[in-house]
């Protein structure tokens, strides 16, 4: 497995995108540095700037402000042509004039290779995504998914220094979008690729990326590994943007203990508070991590009048509501939720290390 | 009582369990329709074109003793009438050529760039359709007249005897290439529009230069619009009267002209409807070969 070295390979310093005169702000100082061979996800809402960076890394956009260093050079006035960045759309961009094989050999024949050289090159590709024997059909022969294995494999078969995504799985059903996810990310370990990827599907980003970049109203709320933002969110945006949550209001009550109080009683953290007693805080629960328990215990516990349930399959989604109207959603097992009815009461209870205190 | 109703009555219940019928039943209604919507194009088209048609393809070959492809026979071996079909083939050719080549930029900066210099662009070229095309003809002869505006301005730059440019070949195909223009450069924004951007995107990361783009992504995807407009130009220009008529001289003559004298001045009614006929032919043909670039445009759509 290709390890990600720790020196910056691609790094965005405090770029920026202003449109109409600069009173729109699209892109607000980002700054990201990323990793040879890293697989960077950026997501976000539409309109969150986050194919705007990318369209700017690609060089299809000047930035307003800021610069972009590949291995130690600034790429800014370089044009897209020059850069060598594989890139695939989500719309697939395929040359619909072109068969499967040309589409694929067009970068290596603008860099004028050998025939023979191109013939084996676009080969090995077509085969690593399982198309060898459509290369000589036109690409309106094909599926969705096969269209954008053809425009994956002519983003890589260049070796392009990095290879930026926008949104390449958008068009697709929600199992083809899972088994390229796959596809992707294998054939990103395999070749060591560094590779830019946007979306705004949480679980896409999840599943995928070595780290995230969180893109909200033009700036970048928190970069970390997937884990990370979904256990630790930095701010209140990320934890509602990523995965499910309860998100409470909280002053600290005891900083030493680490307890907070909040609509549904107070609640307490594993660990010491490094803020003073009154200050304002949100406490964040992950609805999974929220257990039916015998009895509420004093803190990290409440009793619940179940509101509604709904049955996902594999899980049940519970929401309930405390005696003074505050909604709390759950997530059980089929078995956990078999005994409970809207209206009936319901005690829950959750772990000092499943909450997580951040600062609004 | 819904059960005594007579078929096709409105019945609130359904007499058995088929389907409900749909408001338009489909086995009388709905293939009459498209018909009853043709009716009077087929009636304007049958009339007023198919028969008169018919007349002149049945003058071309009746003879004062019947049959006759005594007026073909005359046509073919006539190197006068065969050089001004040539002559014909040759100024809508290079009408072609002159529209493609003044059209295609207009397109090009129309289609890509858009927004408010794409529509003015536009605007521009649809505007001169709502001028009558004769106006526009006197306006270049008043333009290219010895005494008009060009030859006054190139006296005034010192060019003492500019040449004589009115009632000359060019002055017929300027006039052509201006009437038939906007033609080309609708066939070329058509197309052009279509031309999904990020093709060009996409060319670029692969590292095209621009040139390269344009040469191996944008001018092949804008081909079926070259085709689509030259044979509309081409054809149009083969049949021109009035322009070349009034701009061009008489060593310009092309066949629409010769159709005219053959009638006006030989009264060879036969002779005329033949050169006719020769003209449709060349026309149907050019639309086979249209025809054919047109199955490729199919292909090239995705």
Redesign the interface.
Same mark, same amino acid.
Request: hydrophobic content about 40%.
């Given at each position: 497995m290709h390890q990600p070295s720790p020196d910056p390979f691609l790094r965005l310093e405090g770029v920026s995108k202003r449109y109409a005169g600069g009173a729109l702000r699209a892109v607000d100082d980002v700054s990201i540095d990323i990793r040879r061979g890293e697989f960077l996800s950026l997501l976000g809402p539409s309109g969150s700037g986050k194919t705007t960076t990318l369209m700017m890394i690609a060089g299809f956009e000047l930035p307003s402000d800021g610069r972009i260093v590949l291995s130690g050079r600034d790429i800014v006035g370089i044009p897209a042509h020059r850069r060598n960045f594989g890139m695939v759309f989500q719309n697939y961009a395929l040359f619909p004039h072109m068969t499967v094989f040309d589409n694929v050999a067009y970068p290596l024949r603008l860099r004028k290779l050998a025939p023979d050289a191109i013939a084996e090159t676009v080969g090995r590709y077509l085969e690593m995504v399982g198309l060898t024997s459509y290369a000589d059909r036109r690409p309106n022969a094909l599926s969705g998914g096969q269209q954008q294995r053809v425009a994956l494999a002519r983003a890589l078969v260049f070796d392009p220094a990095v290879v930026l995504m926008d949104e390449p799985l958008g068009a697709l059903d929600k199992n083809l979008r899972e088994q390229l996810q796959f596809e992707i990310k294998a054939l990103q370990r395999k070749l060591g690729i560094t590779l830019i990827y946007v979306t705004h599907d949480q679980s896409e980003a999840m599943t995928m990326s070595d780290r995230i970049a969180v893109f909200n109203a033009g700036h970048i709320e928190q970069i970390a590994a997937p884990i990370e933002i979904y256990r630790r969110p930095a701010t209140r945006f990320v934890g509602e943007f990523v995965g499910e949550s309860n998100m409470f209001e909280a002053t600290v009550s005891d900083p030493q203990a680490g307890v907070v109080s909040t609509a549904i009683g107070p609640v307490r953290a594993a660990a010491p508070l490094d803020c003073a007693r009154d200050a304002p805080v949100l406490a964040m629960i992950r609805p999974e991590l929220i257990r039916p328990a015998d009895a509420p215990p004093a803190d990290n516990g409440t009793t619940l009048t179940v509101a509604s349930i709904v049955h996902f399959g594999d899980r049940v989604a519970v929401e309930g509501s405390t005696a003074d109207g505050h909604t709390v959603r759950l997530r059980l097992s089929d078995r956990e939720a078999a005994a409970l009815a809207p209206g009936a009461d319901l005690a829950v209870s959750w772990r000092p290390d499943d909450v997580h205190l951040l600062v609004p | 009582m819904a059960q005594t109703m007579p078929d096709g009555a409105t019945s609130d219940e359904p007499t058995d369990h088929s389907p409900p019928r749909p408001l338009l039943s489909p086995g009388v209604t709905r293939p009459l329709r498209p018909w009853l919507l043709l009716a009077p194009a087929i009636v304007f088209v049958t009339g007023l074109f198919l028969v008169p048609l018919a007349g002149i393809l049945r003058l071309s070959v009746v003879g004062p003793d019947g049959f006759t492809l005594e007026a073909y026979g005359a046509f073919f071996t006539d190197p006068f009438y065969l050089r001004i079909l040539g002559r014909t083939l040759a100024v809508a050719l290079t009408v072609t050529v002159f529209c493609i080549l003044l059209g295609y930029p207009i397109a090009y900066v129309a289609a890509r760039y858009g927004g408010r210099l794409g529509t003015a662009l536009i605007l521009i070229v649809t505007m001169s359709f709502w001028t009558s095309f004769l106006a526009r003809t006197y306006a270049w002869m008043v333009i290219l007249g010895s005494q008009g505006l060009l030859s006054t301005v190139l006296r005034g730059l010192g060019w003492e005897e500019p040449p004589q440019l009115l009632f000359t070949g060019i002055a017929a195909n300027i006039g052509m290439i201006h009437i038939l223009l906007p033609f080309m450069v609708l066939s070329l924004f058509a197309v052009m529009q279509r031309i999904?951007p990020?093709?060009l995107?996409?060319?670029? !990361?692969? !590292?095209?230069?621009?040139f390269?783009?344009f040469r191996?992504?944008f001018l092949?995807?804008s081909a079926p619009g070259i085709i689509n407009g030259s044979a509309l130009v081409f054809i149009v220009c083969l049949g021109f009267y009035v322009t070349p008529e009034l701009l061009g001289g008489p060593q310009d003559q092309m066949i629409a002209r010769l159709i005219g004298s053959q009638i006006e001045q030989l009264l060879d009614w036969r002779e005329a409807a033949t050169m006719a006929a020769v003209l449709l032919a060349v026309t149907l043909a050019l639309f086979a070969v249209y025809d054919h670039f047109f199955g490729l445009d199919r292909?090239?759509?995705?």
């Open positions: - | 999904d990020s093709l995107k996409a060319s670029a !990361g692969l !590292g095209a230069t621009p390269q783009t191996t992504v092949p995807l292909l090239w759509r995705s």
